[in-house]
């Protein structure tokens, strides 16, 4: 069993591509996007995985991209301020702890510089998997010993192999938009968000306060096309319409934002990740929300337990990698339902760092 293919590049479907070549793998990547996506919010690197980054030698190369976060404001509906903290932000947790907080696109394109000899078919999707057997919608069809869908929420792996969506997602009641624009409160490492009845969300600065990312979230269900990005522009400008405080310039920027992402905060719950010689990583299989704090650290950690699984025994590799993986998934998973209930509050707590930290890696 040596030819793998993995659909999705973003984290861990690079992660994973690293890990099965250092083992001998052959290894294709198909992703949809045209290139690598840019966007998405300041995610962390927690816990275990930093040591699973540690061990691709890239721990100062994650460390030199830490958004340095200085600390943080909250503002009431308002905009007066509740209370300002040096030792904790919404975005990263507690600023003392071992965990680094970076960019989504710097750590994607970080593991995607990892490895040599990976193919990549971008701007490209799996029709139909029969067995071994794949067909593309543009390149023509192969085999592959094992298929893996590290393609996200949204996957196409899982909706064709497992079933739809509908039946394996549960909706935790928020939903946020992430997008770039300039600095233009001119916060210094510096974050400042603002919570009100229905809509709130914040502003960080990124890139040394030469850009800030936005977040723009509501409360309640929402039906949207998760590939709609307009129609999800026009969902959040209505939400805001009459929001006060920097909302309207916020608006503004949302229009030009030329990596603008939107989901609801939502989990991927499977009684199995694997079928035959399929299995899901990551948010395709376990996704915890960004509620969890956590979706980037399981689809590294996921990455690294497979490739070594897969390597030690490919007969059993699925069904070990879903032992090893399974408890901390749902202890993750968990956790964001009980954070959902009390409006994030949960985050940074020692509750937290206890879950996060309660996990043992292997070495393969
Ligand atoms: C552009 C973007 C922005 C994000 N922003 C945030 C954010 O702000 N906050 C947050 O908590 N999480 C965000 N995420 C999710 C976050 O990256 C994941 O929770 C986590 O890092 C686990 O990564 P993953 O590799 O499992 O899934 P993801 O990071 O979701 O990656 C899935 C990949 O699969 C690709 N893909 C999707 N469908 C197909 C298909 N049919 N064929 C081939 N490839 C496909 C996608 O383009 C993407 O590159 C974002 C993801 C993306 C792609």
Known sequence: MKNVLISGASIGGPALAYWLRRHGFEVTVVERARGLRPGGQAIDVRGPALEVIERMGLGEQLRSFDTNMRGMTMLDSEGNELFSSTTHTVSGGDLSSPDVELLRDDLANMLFNAADGVEYLFDDTITSIDGTRVTFEKAAPRDFDVIVGADGLHSNVRRLVFGP????????GMNLAVFTAPNWLGLDHWQTFQQGEVVGGGIMSARSNAECRVYMGFNGEATFDHRDVDAQRRLIAEKFADADWEWQTALKHMWEAPDFHFDSMSQIRMDSWSRDNVVLLGDAGYCGSPLSGQGTSMALIGAYVLAGELHANAATAFQR????????????????????????????????????????????
């Open 165 to 172: 969506e509908s039946e394996f997602i549960s909706h935790l």
């Open 321 to 364: 990698y879903e032992e090893i993986m399974r408890p901390y998934v749902t202890a993750n998973q968990d956790f964001a339902v009980r954070n959902s209930a009390s409006q994030g509050a949960l985050s940074g707590t020692d509750e937290f760092y206890r879950i996060v930290n309660d996990f043992q890696l292997t070495t393969y």
